[in-house]
C-alpha cells in the first residue's frame, strides 16, 4: 500500500540552512509542502521572501509562497547577516528578483486558510522566528485545535550539560511568539541548534565533495562555502533546518526526551530552560546517528541529477 505524503506548512527565512532543507524537503516524494511562508529572522522580510520564490524559480516547483511578518511581535530584532551574507545565501548570489510572485494573501492568513480546510493533519515545520505563529494563535485561536504537531528549530537548553550557555537565534529573535506557542498546548518537537552544530555539522572535506556530486551539490557548494560556522577550530556548516525536517520525517535517526520548556521574555530574552518529565508537551531532540543522517543526505542528493542549474 502507498505510504500517505506528509502535509507541510513549511514557515522559513532564508537563510543558508533553511535554503538547504528546502532542497530537500520540496524534492522528498514523501512529502506535500502545500504552502510556504516566509517570516523576518535571518533576513529582512523581503529578501527571505525573495529567496524562496528564487529557490522554487531554480528547482521548477510551483508551491503558494505568502510573505510573512517584518517585524517580531513586540520588539524590534537583528537580523544573521553577518553568517548569511547580504542577501541570505551565502556565498550564492540570486538575482535580485525572482521569476514567480506570491499570492495575495499574506503568510498569517494563508496558514489559516490552509489549516482550517485541512483534515488535522497539516504539520507546520517552523524554520526561523516563530513570528508567524504567533500572530495567528492570537488572531485566530481557533486554528489550533487543527494543529496536530509543531517541529520547530530553534532554542539552546540553557544550563543543562553537554548544552553551550547560549541564546538560540530563531527564539530569541521573537521570545514573546515563541511564548504564544508553548502556551498554545499543541505537542512540539524542538530540534535545538546544539544538534545541527555539534552533532551532525558537515565538515570541510563533505562541503567540497558537493561540487563533484551534480549541478544541486556544486549549488549547496556555493552557498555553504560562505557559511562556516565560527568559533569552531575546524570549518564546519551546520544542519539545524535539515535536522529539524528530517527529525520529523525520519525520527528513526534521532534520539529524544519529553520535557516542558521555559523561555525567557525579560532578563535574557529567548533564553530557554528544559525540565524533563514524561507529561511534557514538548519532545527535545538530544541526539542524531550521524553517519546515518550523513547517508541519507548524500542519498537525497544523488537523486537530483536530473535538475540543471546555471549557476
Known sequence: MERRKQKLIIDTDPGVDDSICLIYALTDESADVLLLTT??????????????????DILDIDVPVAKGQATAMYRVSETAEFIH?????????????????????????????????GDGDIIPLVLGPHTNLGVLFTKHPDVIEKIPKIVFMGGSPYGLE??????????????????????????????????????????????????EVNDVGKWMY??????????????????????AYFALMRPDLFQTKRCRVHVDTCDAPGKTTVTFCDDGNVTLVTDVDRNRF??????????????????
Not at 548524500?298 to 537530483?304: A, F, G, M, Q, V
Open 162 to 211: 553537554g548544552y553551550p550557555d547560549h541564546i538560540s537565534f530563531n527564539i530569541s529573535c521573537d521570545p514573546e511568539a515563541f511564548q504564544i506557542v508553548l502556551d498554545s498546548g499543541i505537542p512540539l518537537v524542538m530540534l535545538p541548534s546544539d544538534v545541527g552544530r555539534r552533532k551532525a555539522h558537515l565538515d570541510e572535506d563533505y562541503v567540497n565533495h558537493l561540487k
Open 222 to 243: 556555493q552557498m555553504y562555502n560562505a557559511y562556516w560556522e565560527p568559533g569552531y577550530p575546524n570549518k564546519r556548516v551546520a544542519t539545524n533546518d535539515t535536522c
Open 85 to 117: 551574507q547580504k542577501e541570505g545565501l551565502g556565498g550564492y548570489i540570486p538575482p535580485a528578483t525572482a521569476k514567480r510572485t506570491i499570492i495575495q494573501t499574506d503568510a498569517v492568513e494563508a496558514m489559516y486558510q490552509t489549516l482550517k480546510e
Open 294 to 311: 550523513i547517508r541519507l543526505l548524500d542519498e537525497k542528493l544523488h537523486k537530483l541529477n536530473h535538475i540543471k542549474i546555471d549557476c
Open 39 to 56: 517570516v523576518v529572522g535571518n533576513i529582512s522580510i523581503d529578501t527571505a521572501t525573495r529567496n524562496t520564490l528564487h529557490l522554487l
